[in-house]
């Protein structure tokens, strides 16, 4: 005896001592019912049976794929009856009225297995039995076949997701590949907006790979990514990148310590840059970090104090925790009254001190020494002279 045959004899053993039991369950409760006169208003399942067992082969697909179900449904008029049982088909989920041969299925196996219950058990068992026949039929297998893809591959949706998350992935490493050849020339301060398109064609030739190659002919009708657009917006994104990490790292220090200075650009723009000084929680070392460059209208003391400050809260830098202010030795930074420094030590803590920059104190030392040395006089005037002539 085949594990089919098993299979279908001992389903249907199964079925026999599910319908006993279902006919005992109404005899109790028909008893009970009569006993107490207890109505039942709604609908109930009482009693829920499903069983599989798995086989070997192909012959195991009766078993795998379906389950045995057997209801008992009490009803508002007091009746009991119970279904019939079927398998729950697999079928159903694939076979719709848009596949090539639905018709013809259909007209063969009379909707049963599609849209219908399957009943017909007297003529189920044996291997020229209804079921055998339809197990070894091609719909059968094309169901099973389908149902084992979609298991694996998913669904159309779902697979069309997979490719779209696979081409995402692959778009974020090529675009790291450009920042990596774009972070090259920031670091090293060369001209980004006419060297980024020399510098991809340099990467796309010595790649042996053909990787960055492919990407840019794949992408070459939509994008190139090779433009001054392309450039400055990777330039905006590295920068917001290390700002967020500079400032995390400054807003965790306990104190700090702010450093600015004035100067005049080419242009003559007056351009005020502020540093600030912190110790740094993962290593311990101090660090000094740029926070930004300004461009300022007023030199007095009470302008720059308040551009300061307008900077560093929009940055949620924790002005109390400042202990030290740094500026070069000009009265408008070191004023003993009005001074920058001194309206930090008012607004914030008397415990604010102000440090001279060692840069300017060398520079002011230098000048003192070459007051006495003819040739150094001689010589920083007509460098002054120079300096004034071409500006």
């Not at 001190?353 to 104190?361: A, E």
């Amino acid at each position: 005896m085949s594990s089919g045959q098993r299979s279908l004899i001992s389903y249907f053993q199964r079925k026999e001592n599910i319908e006993e039991c279902n006919n005992n369950f109404i005899k109790r409760k028909k008893l009970n019912d009569n006993s107490n006169n207890i109505i039942n208003d709604s609908t109930t399942n009482r009693h829920l049976l499903s069983n599989t067992e798995a086989s070997s082969g192909m012959q195991s697909n009766i078993n795998e794929n379906y389950s045995l179900s057997a209801t008992i449904i009490t009803t508002n008029d007091n009746t009991k009856q119970p279904n019939k049982g079927e398998f729950r088909c697999i079928y159903r989920d694939y076979w719709k009225p848009t596949i090539s041969f639905y018709a013809e299925m259909n007209a063969r196996t009379r909707d049963v297995f599609s849209t219908q219950l399957f009943v017909n058990w007297k003529n189920a068992p044996g291997r020229c039995g209804t079921l055998q026949k339809h197990q070894e039929s091609t719909y059968h297998k094309t169901a099973v076949q389908n149902l084992s893809f979609r298991q694996t591959e998913g669904s159309v949706v779902q697979q069309l997701f997979n490719v779209s998350e696979l081409e995402r992935k692959e778009n974020c490493q090529r675009f790291g590949d450009l920042l990596d050849g774009v972070y090259f020339l920031f670091k090293h301060e060369l001209p980004h907006t006419t060297l980024y398109a020399p510098l991809l064609e340099l990467l796309s030739k010595i790649d042996r790979s053909k990787i960055i190659s492919t990407f840019f002919d794949k992408y070459r009708q939509d994008a190139t990514y090779d433009s001054t657009t392309t450039v400055k917006k990777l330039l905006q994104s590295t920068s917001e990148v290390i700002d967020k990490q500079v400032l995390t790292k400054i807003c965790e220090s306990r104190i700090i310590s702010i450093m600015a200075n004035e100067g005049t650009n080419i242009n003559h723009h007056q351009n005020f840059a502020i540093s600030i000084r912190y110790c740094n929680q993962d290593t311990g070392e101090p660090t000094e970090s740029f926070i930004t460059l300004l461009k300022i209208k007023n030199k007095d003391a009470q302008s720059i104090f308040d551009t300061i400050v307008k900077e560093l809260k929009s940055k949620n830098i924790d002005m109390i925790k400042i202990r030290f202010t740094s500026f070069d030795g000009a009265f408008v930074f070191s004023g003993e009254f009005n001074g920058v420094s001194v309206k930090f030590r008012q607004t914030y803590s008397d415990s604010i001190l102000f440090i001279h920059c060692c840069t300017h104190i060398l520079q002011l030392c230098l000048l003192s020494a070459c007051e006495d040395i003819l040739e150094a006089q001689e010589s920083l005037v007509t460098l002054k002279s120079l300096f004034n002539f071409i500006n």
